[in-house]
């Protein structure tokens, strides 16, 4: 029942990083925060299951006599093998995918510095700051 549990709980983790790269791609960044607080706790929820199974399976382990039951076992932790191979390659993937955003804002944002057309000009605020603060001292 607990390792039924733990699929069930890795299938809407996959499910949550394949939502995730598709808010990645649109740039919906709203989304991709909700997406985010989703998957830390399905992840805190896999990693309590994770502390209740291991000494679960080393109790049944030692007394297991039944081989169908044993059987069924087996699927399900191939499976979750299976289903943690592709959480971790699409966890892998949106990590590059947020990478490479990262480098084209990045660049975008230094592109838009280098054909800012007051980039080299003096502030109006800042030549009035020193002029009020003059009056001020001349006036005191």
């Known amino acids: 029942k607990l390792l039924e549990q733990q699929r069930a709980k890795f299938k809407e983790y996959l499910n949550v990083l394949e939502k995730q790269q598709d808010s990645i ?10 997406h985010t607080e989703i998957e830390q706790q399905v992840v805190k929820s896999i990693s309590n299951l994770q502390k209740v199974i291991v000494p679960m399976q080393k109790m049944y382990n030692l007394s297991s006599t039944n081989s169908a039951a044993d059987q069924e076992i087996e699927n399900i932790q191939n499976e979750l093998n ?59």
Not at 25 to 34: K, Q
Not at 119 to 136: L, P, W
């Open 82 to 140: 299976s289903l943690q191979t592709k959480v971790l390659a699409q966890n892998e993937k949106n990590r590059e995918l947020l990478k490479s955003h990262i480098i084209e804002l990045r660049s975008r944002i230094s592109s838009m510095q280098n054909i800012n057309p007051y980039r080299n000009a003096a502030s109006v605020y800042a030549s009035s700051a020193k002029n009020t603060g003059h009056m001020m001292s001349v006036q005191a």
């Open 25 to 34: 791609s649109a740039e919906n960044a709203d989304a991709l925060i909700v």
